[in-house]
């Protein structure tokens, strides 16, 4: 935890929380009645609390300074600067399942020296979720079948005989709305010299987590706004976003559903992990299974209790490890996150034949946003939607979009982000680094975000165009690209030639 989480942590304390404090779920309850629930003890002694905790910070602060390795009952896990982190070597290994940390970037992140930011984009996926409902059904299952069969639990696997499994489906969590908040705040915090004089542009793809996060991001940047002394009101708060559904036939370039061939196309994605499956995963069933005895676990069902642990974690609201992550070794949590990695890799991004052509699109709308002209495009964009400067002004210095985690990565397929890593291996491992900064856990995490920002710099006429995910720059490509990452706006327009020219659309129909 950095001095700037810690101070947030602490002023947390301090700030009401009216407007953002969200209740955990009730074990079978839906979000509505969450919401519906009486303030807890602690809302309604707030003022009490706060007297307490002045003589409680210092002491706090000792003991964070001391440890932070796992989190204390009642301490979130989560930051608004930093994300995720607690139990980091094996929580920033579980794919596109990890809750949003900040990645580490081998260029400066910070806004440089002499110059001002002029625009800033976000794309973001939505904050961590249930699981879907078929994986849901599946894990459920997987305990059923463990508790009618395992004759003996070994040592550290006796918790699971009396474990019930309590996950919905598909739902933000409350730690997930949070996530949303915390993201919301933290873009305002890096763009305040702009945004606290004008209110974003916000589009949602139109599946109810997604717009859920969406409003949750609008909260937390109009929370920061508010605390910003320096910001001109009133604003245009609540910002209603344009909500693009998610339907068969409705052109949506935050979840494009209208390329027959990349949908009904072989899976290659699955292919290419069933491969790494079989090279990492026996190992571990075999010792799983010596330690449950009789469940003669399959390598997916080593894959599905693997899952459990990252959904436990982010079903509690404060983030707080899931005893099934012990189960595994941070060596076999690396092989888990390479596992992601080859899904996402080989089903949507470069080694998807089809994978960038889905973000061909967005990208098309991000360069209209960057040069102020009309969108020209004829593959997932709805003209009807584009054409109109209330659904899609070409005015606006900010703007949000919100998206799924496999829509985001056939995106930066288009945008050609990790053109210069090469393809993964189906059989060996690789680390992040090694992947050119390519891992699901470091591109598509639960809550992940890009930032692309334009910039104004002393004595140079033209501004620069840089891109950020989960705030490690990652250098453009083919464009002149300076030490910071950047290139000149209309090199790096000039270099989109494959989301300009509509990528692969040609092949959807054939």
């Given at each position: 935890m950095g001095l700037s989480d810690l101070k947030d942590w602490v002023a947390s304390f301090f700030v009401s929380k009216k407007q953002f404090n969200y209740s955990a779920l009730p074990e079978n309850g839906s979000q509505d009645e969450a919401g519906r629930r009486v303030p807890t003890w602690a809302n309604r002694h707030r003022s009490a609390l706060r007297v307490a905790a002045v003589a409680l910070v210092l002491a706090v602060i000792g003991t964070f300074a001391v440890n932070f390795t796992r989190p204390?009952?009642?301490?979130?896990?989560?930051?608004?600067?930093?994300?995720?982190?607690?139990?980091?070597?094996?929580?920033h290994s579980w794919g596109q399942y990890a809750p949003y940390y900040s990645v580490p970037s081998d260029i400066p992140n910070d806004i440089p020296k002499g110059c001002e930011v002029t625009f800033a984009q976000i794309l973001s996926r939505h904050g961590a979720r249930d699981p879907t409902e078929g994986k849901s059904l599946a894990y459920a299952k997987l305990i059923n079948h463990i508790h009618s069969n395992v004759t003996h639990y070994g040592k550290h696997y006796s918790f699971i005989k009396n474990y019930k499994y309590t996950l919905g489906a598909d739902e933000l969590t409350v730690f997930g709305q949070q996530q949303l908040v915390n993201s919301g705040i933290k873009f305002y915090r890096r763009y305040e010299k702009i945004a606290r004089n004008v209110s974003p542009f916000v589009r949602t793809a139109g599946q109810k987590r997604v717009v859920d996060s969406a409003l949750n991001w609008t909260q937390g940047f109009h929370q920061a706004r508010l605390a910003d002394k320096k910001a001109?009101?009133?604003?245009?708060?609540?910002?209603?976003?344009?909500?693009?559904?998610?339907?068969?036939?409705?052109n949506n370039t935050l979840s494009p559903m209208t390329c027959t061939a990349f949908k009904e196309g072989?899976?290659?994605g699955d292919a290419a992990q069933t491969i790494w499956v079989d090279t990492f995963v026996p190992a571990i069933a075999a010792r799983v299974n010596k330690n449950l005895a009789g469940a003669n676990l399959s390598n997916s069902d080593i894959i599905h209790l693997m899952d459990i642990c990252p959904f436990e974690t982010v079903a509690n609201v404060d983030g707080h490890l899931s005893p099934f992550c012990d189960l595994f070794?941070?060596?076999?949590?690396?092989?888990?996150?390479?596992?992601?990695?080859?899904?996402k890799w080989y089903g949507y991004t470069n080694g998807s034949p089809l994978g960038p052509?889905?973000?061909?699109?967005?990208?098309?709308?991000?360069?209209?946003?960057?040069?102020?002209?009309?969108?020209?495009?004829?593959?997932?964009?709805?003209?009807?939607?584009?054409?109109?400067?209330?659904?899609?002004?070409?005015d606006s210095i900010l703007y949000a979009d919100f998206s799924h985690d496999n829509d985001m990565s056939g995106v930066f397929g288009a945008m050609g982000l990790y053109n210069a890593t090469a393809p993964l291996s189906k059989t060996t491992k690789a680390s992040p680094r090694q992947s050119g900064g390519y891992a699901a856990s470091?591109?598509?995490?639960?809550?992940?975000?890009?930032?692309?920002?334009?910039?104004?710099c002393n004595g140079i006429e033209e501004e620069f165009v840089r891109v950020l995910i989960n705030d490690r720059v990652i250098p453009l490509q083919n464009c002149d690209v300076d030490e910071l990452g950047r290139c000149t706006l209309s090199k790096y327009v000039e270099s989109l030639s494959f989301a300009r020219t509509g990528g692969h659309w040609d092949l959807c129909y054939e």
């Open positions: 204390s009952k009642h301490h979130s896990c989560d930051y608004v600067k930093s994300g995720f982190q607690c139990e980091t070597a094996v929580s001109k009101f009133p604003d245009a708060y609540p910002y209603e976003p344009i909500i693009l559904p998610e339907e068969e036939g409705f072989p899976d290659t070794t941070k060596d076999e949590w690396n092989g888990f996150d390479y596992y992601q990695s080859l899904g052509t889905q973000g061909v699109g967005f990208v098309n709308e991000l360069i209209a946003r960057l040069t102020g002209q009309p969108v020209a495009d004829a593959t997932s964009t709805n003209s009807t939607l584009d054409e109109s400067r209330k659904s899609f002004p070409l470091w591109v598509v995490p639960f809550a992940a975000r890009m930032y692309v920002e334009k910039m104004q």
